[in-house]
């Protein structure tokens, strides 16, 4: 696509505003048919993605895209289910917008209260998942927001696809359709204006990798949202359970290697690193991963390559776990702060206090006692889906679900009251 993207971008913005002004008084029963009905297109219409998603994977084979990547653009017709079953679990969710709480009544007889509000019109920028297209659309819409959408180039026919069904499944019930739009148009220069359209767009959330979420801070004029990155840790302390511990770890390196809530860095007590270690290692060899540890670690492994500082803090994505071993849970909570990303953390433990201790001094958004960092996610803590999953500390944390996309307005009933 040619042309000056300033004014493409102008088209785009206004579009969104304009739909948002009406879904933001959309009831609540044609926002559930609606997400129903998206939900049932994408089944009856999987081919479709299918096909578009096939010559994403082509052209991402071709470039040599990493496998850890490569996963998170694949589409199969159990994963177009799982979109579509988000889609059904937003719609029977609570709808937040409208409610009323908090109202008080003060001495002067006014009553005050707050209103959940739509934010209004919410941009993602997003790598080569496709799958999000769907859930940033059931969300926003939820919450009577409008969403403009700005995927990677590797996914671009798959998000077309998906956000062509939806948008006809919108225009079917008589609302706008671009209640949902994609920025197709894959210039950086693009991009780098989409994050300048602060006149329409009112939160911009970044989904990706840590260059991705750097630049959108660094450069944009829209209120962001950061979706870290995942250095996620398990901690296994001195008391832990030894199988349990295995099947932890298996599950949070090898289950999906190139999502945020992987378990990238494994930090074990000293004292337990003799039993841990050769049993972990010929579980984890199952599934060729590679692992790169400290000296004191290395007595108890036979492949394992020795850890530079450079791995302490690496997202790999990849078949790749540092081991690092610490004298007491007190150097592993040190440890594990310095270099996590605010994302996902556990410790293995039978022992209440340590497991007390690691949930108060841990500073991320998930801390985890005894099972997996792979369940940070919007559809395991009951959201539906998520927008993505929050690594700061203001307004949202963790995975976003409805309220995170929500506002507030201060409500005030009165009796002819003035203020002397």
């Given amino acids: 696509m040619n042309g000056n993207p300033d004014l493409y971008l102008e088209t785009i913005g206004k579009n969104a505003k304009e739909a948002s002004v009406i879904l933001m008084k959309t009831q609540t029963s044609l926002k559930n048919r609606v997400l129903q009905d998206a939900a049932d297109a994408l089944i009856s219409r999987s081919s479709e993605i299918l096909e578009a998603n096939a010559l994403d994977r082509d052209a991402a084979r071709k470039s040599g895209m990493a496998e850890g990547l490569y996963d998170r653009l694949a589409l199969t017709e159990e994963r177009i289910r799982g979109m579509a079953e988000g889609l059904r679990e937003i719609a029977l969710l609570e709808d937040p917008i409208g409610s009323v709480s908090e109202m008080k009544k003060r001495p002067n007889g006014l009553i005050i209260g707050k209103m959940t509000v739509p934010l209004g019109v919410i941009g993602v920028i997003y790598e080569a998942r496709p799958n999000v297209t769907s859930d940033v659309f059931g969300l926003c819409f939820k919450t009577g927001n409008a969403a403009v959408l700005k995927g990677g180039s590797d996914a671009l026919q798959s998000n077309i696809a998906v956000t062509n069904i939806i948008r006809s499944v919108l225009e079917a019930n008589g609302l706008p359709m671009d209640s ?241």
Wanted: proline content about 3%; overall charge negative.
């Fill in 180 to 420: 949902l739009q994609l920025i197709e148009d894959t210039r950086r220069e693009t991009t780098r204006a989409f994050m300048h359209l602060d006149r329409y767009i009112d939160l911009l959330i970044p989904r990706g990798g840590a260059g991705l979420i750097r630049t959108v801070v660094k450069e944009s004029t829209i209120p962001v949202i950061e979706t870290g990155t995942g250095n996620c840790h398990i901690y296994v302390d001195e008391s832990a359970d030894i199988g349990m511990a295995v099947n932890i770890i298996f599950n949070a390196k090898t289950q999906r290697i190139g999502v945020c809530n992987a378990a990238e860095s494994l930090v074990v007590h000293e004292k337990i690193r003799e039993k841990l270690l050769p049993a972990l290692e010929e579980k984890l060899k199952t599934k060729n991963v590679e692992l790169r540890a400290d000296e004191p670690a290395r007595e108890y492994l036979q492949d394992a390559k020795c850890a530079v500082p450079e791995d302490w803090g690496t997202e790999y994505l990849d078949y790749i776990l540092s081991i690092k071993t610490v004298a007491d849970i007190g150097e592993a909570i040190r440890h594990i702060n310095r270099y996590n990303t605010g994302h996902s953390e556990c410790i293995v433990t039978s022992d209440y206090a340590n497991a007390q201790r690691f949930l108060r001094e841990i500073d991320a958004a998930a801390v985890y006692v005894n099972a997996s960092t792979r369940f940070t996610d919007g559809n395991e803590f009951g959201f539906g889906a998520e927008i993505g999953i929050s690594t700061q500390k203001m307004h949202a944390r963790g995975p976003m679900g409805l309220p995170a996309l929500t506002s507030y307005k201060y409500i005030i009933y009165g009796e002819g009251q003035i203020r002397e």
